[in-house]
């Protein structure tokens, strides 16, 4: 038996970029930021961030470029896979993408990079009904505690 899972919750580093393959499918790349932070041995406080480069496809993709801005946070579910590429330089290398099978966006409406309601979720074209309104409790009187329960009960 393996598992391949990968849990991240982060910010984005850039905006989503979306593109469309053939069969009209969403494909939605974004680099995700995670920070690990620490004190040395002098009580410094350091910190370590690391860069996931994140796909999504078909509808979540679409959710995340509608949704997502530079600076949103996220947690995505997923799990990880290796590619192997030439860089220019003509070496051989290898890059670890994240394919993310569920997503959700943490954080406040205004959380992106800049002030506008970058997460906002769309306008709806009914309002919710409202919330009953809740009756303050009524006073029950209260019995006496029972000092011996012990005697109460049959076995």
């Given amino acids: 038996m ?13 905006d989503p970029e979306t593109r469309y393959i053939p ?15 620490w004190r040395d041995r002098n009580g410094e406080r350091q910190t370590r961030t690391e860069w996931h480069n994140v796909s999504l496809y ?30 220019k330089d003509g070496i051989e290398r290898t890059a670890y993408d994240i ?24 306008p709806t074209s009914n309002p919710p009904p409202a919330a009953p309104r809740r009756q303050p409790p009524q006073q029950t009187p209260t019995t006496p505690p029972i000092d011996d329960i012990d005697d109460d009960i049959p076995f």
């Fill in 58 to 87: 078909g509808k979540l993709g679409e959710i995340a470029s509608q949704y997502l801005r530079k600076g949103s946070q996220v947690f995505i579910e997923g799990k990880i896979q290796s590619r192997k590429y030439t860089g």
């Fill in 23 to 37: 069969n009209g499918d969403a494909i939605t790349n974004f680099s995700l930021a995670t920070d690990e932070q």
């Fill in 99 to 122: 394919i993310g099978s569920e997503m959700k966006m943490l954080g406040n409406r205004n959380d992106g990079s800049d002030s506008g309601n970058n997460n906002a979720a769309p």
């Fill in 2 to 14: 393996s598992v391949n899972k990968v849990i991240l919750v982060g910010r984005l580093g850039r």
